[in-house]
Structure formats: structure tokens, C-alpha cells
């Protein structure tokens, strides 16, 4: 007898969503950045995606929208999208999966250190090198690219990198 695997319609949205990467890190998709906290449809094909934003003020936030749009919008399924902006529970870098850590990590972005609601100004200094694993780093500007990230200097692989805040 043949095991087939059955996606729910709200399984099959989280898979075409793993699709949808964030414009400023390519190598992360929305649901590993951990923005996705839910997804929905209703009888008459109504989907509603939950997406909370990683900061008040991201400029990604329209093309992942749109982006999260055109996803779902092509399920055979899904009659009509909405993307729902919700800033009702923080978003926070704890979100983000061990996949999501491992593709920061191999982007040359330093991940977060997981800081379960208790941040100081250490969890933002200490970080290891993404390039050699080192802990012989220090932080030289605290707002890097983007406000979501910081830059520091590895002293064993004498590379400079850049790290996700943890928020």
C-alpha cells in the first residue's frame, strides 16, 4: 500500500510560500525568517496571510506583500488573496528557523543569538564570525545596510561582516 501525503490547503500556501524569499537576504524565504505567523482559507477560496514584518519601518515590506500575493494567487485553489500587515505581536529574530539561521549564516550574515525576550547590548556585540565561527569579533557600527543589521570585525579571518540584530 502507497503512503501518499496529503497537503492541507494551508500546507500547500506555507510550500509556495518557502518560494517567496526576502528581497534583501535572497537566501531566506518568508516563512524561514519566521514573518509567516499564519495562514487561513475559507470555503470559497479565500486566502488570508498573516505577515508580520521584521521592523515598523522595513522597505521590503510592499514587494513581499506583493510578492506573498502572486504566490498564493497562483494556487489552483485560491480564489482571492489577502495579505494581512499585523504589528499586534511583535515580530522577533527568535522567529527565525534553524533553516533561516543556517542560509543568514552561509549569506555571510551573522544569525541572531537567541535572546527569548531578554536583550542587551551584548547579544548585539557577541556574535561569532559567519565565516570562520570565531568569537574573536567585535562590533564597529551598530546600524549596518539596514536597520536590521549591525557590522563587526572577525581579528582571526581579518573579515569585516555584517550580523542580523536580535529583536
Given amino acids: ?52 514584518p521584521t521592523f515598523t519601518a522595513c522597505p521590503a515590506t510592499q514587494v513581499m506583500q506583493n510578492e506573498i500575493l502572486a504566490a498564493v494567487e497562483a494556487l489552483d485553489f485560491v480564489e482571492k488573496v489577502i495579505v494581512k500587515v499585523d504589528f499586534s505581536t511583535p515580530w522577533t529574530s527568535d522567529n527565525i528557523t534553524e533553516l533561516g539561521r543556517q542560509q543568514l549564516k552561509d549569506f555571510g550574515l551573522a544569525p541572531p543569538n537567541q535572546h ?11 556574535v561569532n564570525c559567519p565565516h570562520c565561527g570565531s568569537d574573536h569579533t567585535s562590533l564597529k557600527i551598530l546600524f549596518g545596510t539596514t536597520l536590521c543589521r549591525s557590522n563587526h570585525y572577525c581579528y582571526d579571518c581579518k573579515q569585516a561582516f555584517e550580523a542580523f540584530k536580535p529583536v
Fill in 116 to 126: 527569548n525576550g531578554e536583550l542587551d547590548m551584548d547579544k548585539i556585540t557577541d
Fill in 1 to 52: 500500500m502507497t503512503n501518499i501525503n496529503i497537503l492541507t490547503k494551508e500546507e500547500q500556501i506555507f510550500e509556495a510560500l518557502y518560494e517567496v524569499k526576502d528581497p534583501e537576504i535572497p537566501v531566506i524565504s518568508v516563512v524561514d525568517l519566521g514573518i509567516i505567523p499564519k495562514v487561513s482559507v475559507d470555503t470559497k477560496g479565500c486566502a488570508v496571510i498573516t505577515m508580520t
